[in-house]
């Protein structure tokens, strides 16, 4: 099974520039989590800190037991072989074929022959579909296609985590559902910790165990996908249905004239855009049948068990309707989902997940 990532109060900045702070959240192990938000939130800047390539100045990244922010380089080294990433750009090699680009990291940390790295260097492209395209250089790929060999690169070592960038960007809507089912099939085989950072909605509520959103320098939320999926936060349900109504704006700071400037020209019949009201919970994509049991499946549901009290109520009765098969009334014979201690006040704190519950509040202020 992957490793559980624990990441807590972490904070980064870029000289004067903060990106986010006081993230705290838990990828529980072998479940496939995504991170979301609005463009320049610090998604790729999160991603590429938990691997060690950029170092948040505050906070702890456990991994494996090991916080990566405060361990030698070759113990990071050491984790980070325990690794997978596809890059948003794909950062592949320009002057290597896709072959040898798929190839690298077997010839770079395995003594494997060359026989046997040709095995798997087929079989992942043929999972991404790029049989027949090996000869070729990045540059004479389309976008989509070197994403998709950027994420046969990051599965060649059978990685326990795995974290894709934008796996859906550069691809039309079909390629970005087979690159989800490829991802939950993946989770089903190898059982890794998979975080998926994307803009892509459909994407975002039909794949991942537990989803967290980026939103002006914080971590709205983080938790198992009912959380996110039923939420009432403005900025969620704004990001859901890509309308310009709500408080994402063009550029990171909207403030209160301009949504109601814009909420005036809505009300006037202006089309706010998005094309269809995005509300509650779609089922998730399973794996393709032939393939192992996802593993994940049953531990969440153990997990969000145990968790299940501290939820916010549109959340608990989603879980409660998904669970097994067993209905609410047999799993949870009284427990009443209405009744929780779930926090509501004033302040509009929701919760992020941390292993013990969502006692620890992160929200927006
Ligand atoms: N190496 C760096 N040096 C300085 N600033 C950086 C660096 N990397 C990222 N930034 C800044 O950090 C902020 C967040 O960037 P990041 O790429 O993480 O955004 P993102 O959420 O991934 O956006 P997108 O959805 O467009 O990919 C941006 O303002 C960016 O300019
Ligand atoms: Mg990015």
Redesign the pocket.
């Known amino acids: 099974m992957g490793v559980e990532v624990s990441v807590e109060g972490l904070t980064k900045s870029?000289g004067s520039?903060r990106?986010w702070q006081d993230v705290s959240l838990t990828l529980p192990a072998g479940e496939v989590s995504a991170l979301l938000?609005?463009?320049?939130?610090?998604?790729?800047?999160?991603l590429k800190s938990l691997i060690g390539l950029?170092r948040p100045e505050q906070g702890s990244i456990i991994i494996d037991g090991t916080d990566i922010l405060q361990c030698s380089s070759k113990d990071l080294y050491e984790i980070r072989k325990l690794f997978g990433v596809l890059f948003?750009d794909g950062a592949l090699f320009g002057s290597m074929n896709l072959y040898d680009n798929v190839a690298f990291p077997l010839r770079e940390h395995t003594k494997k022959s060359e026989s046997d790295i040709r095995k798997i260097v087929m079989s992942k492209l043929e999972l991404v579909g790029l049989l027949g395209a090996e000869d070729k250089l990045p540059g004479e790929i389309s976008g989509g296609m070197r994403k998709r060999a950027g994420l046969a690169r990051a599965l060649v070592l059978d990685p326990e985590i795995i974290l894709v960038d934008?796996p859906d960007s550069g691809l039309d809507p079909v390629r970005t559902t087979y690159i989800s089912q490829t991802l939950i099939d993946i989770n089903a085989e190898i059982d890794a910790t998979i975080l998926i950072?994307s803009?892509n909605i459909n994407l975002a509520r039909t794949v991942p165990d537990n989803i967290g959103m980026?939103f002006r320098r914080q971590l709205v939320m983080f938790g198992p996908r009912e959380v996110l999926l039923t939420s009432d936060e403005p900025v969620v349900k704004q990001f859901l249905n890509g309308t310009m109504i709500g408080p994402i704006g063009m550029s990171e700071e909207k403030d209160e004239a301009q949504m109601a400037h814009e909420q005036a020209l809505v009300d006037a019949g202006h089309h706010a855009g998005g094309v269809e009201d995005v509300e509650g919970i779609v089922p998730q994509m399973q794996a393709t049948p032939g393939m192992p049991v996802r593993q994940a499946v049953g531990r969440r549901q153990d997990r969000v068990r145990q968790i299940l009290h501290t939820l916010p109520p549109a959340a608990q009765a989603a879980i409660v309707e998904s669970l097994d098969g067993e209905g609410a009334a047999t799993a949870y014979p009284e427990h009443d989902y209405r009744e929780h201690d779930y926090r509501d006040d004033d302040t509009q704190v929701i919760p992020a997940y941390s292993p013990e519950g969502y006692d620890q509040p992160h929200g927006m202020k």
């Open positions: 870029f520039q990106i938000g609005p463009s320049g939130t610090g998604k790729s800047v999160f950029l948003q934008e950072v803009h980026l």
